[in-house]
Each structure stands twice: as C-alpha cells, then as structure tokens.
C-alpha cells in the first residue's frame, strides 16, 4: 500500500506553504523599487540648491522628503506587507505630485528658458516614479494574491 507523503521543504510546513512563498519571490521588485527611490533622492537632493528659490516649499520640507523617501527604500523588503503597500503610495503620490509641478514649470516657463531645466528635472522624476509605481503594484499585487 501506497501512502501519500506530504512534500516537505526547509523551514516549510507544507507544499501550500511553499507555493505562496515561491509566488512572492516571483513577484517581488522591492529591489527595483529600492534603486529608484534611491535615484529620485539623489536627483532630489542635488537639485534643490539649484532650485531653492523657484520650488513651492522651504528647502527643509524638500530635504523631509527626500529623507522620507531613503528611509522607505531601505525599510523595503518581501517580509513586511505595509511596506510595500506605502512602496505603493509613496511612489503614487510623489508621481502625482512631480509630474503636475513638471507642467506647471512648462506652462509657466516654457523650454526657451534658462528654467527649462527645472521642467526637466521633475519630468525625470516623474517618470522614475511612474516605474517604481509600476513595480510597486506587481509587488503588491503578488503579495496580495496569494
């Protein structure tokens, strides 16, 4: 007589167990989402003394932000599902709020401009935080759908 043996992995209690943790490792880009929000807080940081007196806060608020924005990168990891969700959210709304100063600086100041700059830099901003909202989500979404 046959008997059905359970698979068994390390540090695994069944073969459920180890589906769903394979799933996560598939979808996880925490690592990605890491870098950028490091590439957004390097750009961030280097050009507010470049742009101090045409950004709409005191550079102290600028300098939160970025500090923010390090300190979730490096709570980043697969373990911890509010923070990927704030992964999500953090990269939303600095997408958001990136992209609508980016035209604001174009409406207000064209590409004519010595400030033509200052449209550039928050466009690349933007959209380094449109694919870390990107892999944000297929984080989460692989957290979630367990």
Do not use: W
Request: charge should be positive; hydrophobic fraction near 55%; charged fraction near 15%.
């Amino acid at each position: 007589m046959r008997r059905n043996k359970q698979f068994k992995c390390k540090n695994m209690d069944s073969l459920e167990d180890f589906k769903k943790e394979n799933l996560l490792r598939m979808h996880y880009y925490g690592d990605l989402v890491r870098v950028f929000f490091l590439i957004d807080g390097i750009l961030m940081l280097v050009s507010i003394p470049v742009f101090n007196d045409f950004l709409p806060v005191p550079a102290v608020i600028s300098i939160a932000a970025v500090f923010f924005l390090v300190f979730v990168a490096g709570l980043t990891n697969p373990a911890s599902k509010q923070v990927i969700i704030l992964n999500v959210v953090a990269s939303a709304l600095s997408l958001i709020v990136f992209e609508y100063y980016a035209v604001q600086a174009y409406a207000n100041f064209g590409v004519t401009t010595k400030l033509t700059f200052l449209f550039l830099v928050n466009q690349l901003l933007a959209l380094v935080f449109l694919v870390a909202l990107y892999f944000s989500v297929k984080t989460a979404r692989g957290v979630f759908l367990k």
